[in-house]
């Protein structure tokens, strides 16, 4: 089972002392863990880098421009990151092993198997509903949003590639890192600057819409001409 390795911590009676000696440093430790992955497995910076540095520029624009949203197409695009880096865990999992093997390495990391599945299943679910429209628009933002899709993929190729044990204290310090960071990228979205309005144009951007104006208004009379013949054909 995922959480047997904890279950007698889930057994034990939960004291303030048993509490404060045992599970209060073990859960420090294993969210310590979750976040140093990338420094003590250095391979996985190769899928978690785009992650992180994705997820701190979008937060920070969405911060400055803060009416602005996610829109359905976003929303679809990150859900395939979940299934792309379901992928690189099962590569990761079973990319040295042979056919004949593979039941050997299931039978050796049967949870770290089901995670990554589960990463891919819930990226295609995600997908599903994005892509239809079946879900209310602010609860499918919600969890297609940068912060819980990266983070999500982020904690599962932390797991994985650290080779951490799933348990209670893996869960827990999951939650909390993903709290941690929500706690973060609130507070600042709450003080970066908004955006400001422009009050001048430089010379370069001068000289730009010089040469394009003229572009787009001749653009804009063949639309109209060719509108016109099109009515005049019909009539």
Not at 15 to 40: G, I, K, N
Not at 62 to 85: C, H, K
Not at 148 to 177: E, K, P, Q
Not at 189 to 202: D, G, L, Q, T, V
């Amino acid at each position: 089972m995922l959480f047997l390795g904890s279950a007698a911590v889930v057994n034990a009676p939960i004291t303030t002392p048993y509490f404060l000696q045992h599970v209060l440093p073990s859960l420090w430790e294993r969210l310590a863990q979750l976040a140093a992955a990338p420094v003590s497995s250095p391979e996985m910076l190769w899928i978690v880098l785009p992650l992180i540095v994705t997820l701190f520029t979008m937060e920070f624009y969405f911060g400055r421009y803060r009416r602005e949203s996610l829109g359905w197409n976003t929303a679809v695009g990150n859900s395939l990151v979940l299934i792309f880096v379901s992928l690189d865990l099962l590569r990761q999992l079973y990319g040295s092993a042979s056919i004949n093997s593979m039941a050997d390495v299931f039978a050796l990391y049967p949870g770290k198997t089901i995670l990554a599945v589960a990463v891919g299943f819930s990226g295609l679910l995600i997908l599903y509903f994005d892509f239809f429209h079946l879900l209310p628009k602010r609860f499918a933002f919600t969890i297609s949003s940068y912060l819980g899709v990266n983070l999500l993929a982020y904690l599962s190729a932390a797991v994985i590639y650290a080779n951490l044990r799933i348990d209670w204290y893996t869960l827990f310090a999951a939650l909390l890192l993903f709290l941690f960071a929500a706690i973060f990228f609130a507070v600042v979205r709450k003080i970066e600057p908004k955006s400001a309005e422009r009050y001048y144009i430089s010379k370069a951007e001068r000289i730009i819409i010089s040469i394009l104006k003229p572009l787009e208004k001749e653009h804009e009379k063949d639309g109209k001409k060719r509108q016109r013949r099109k009515k005049s054909g019909k009539s």
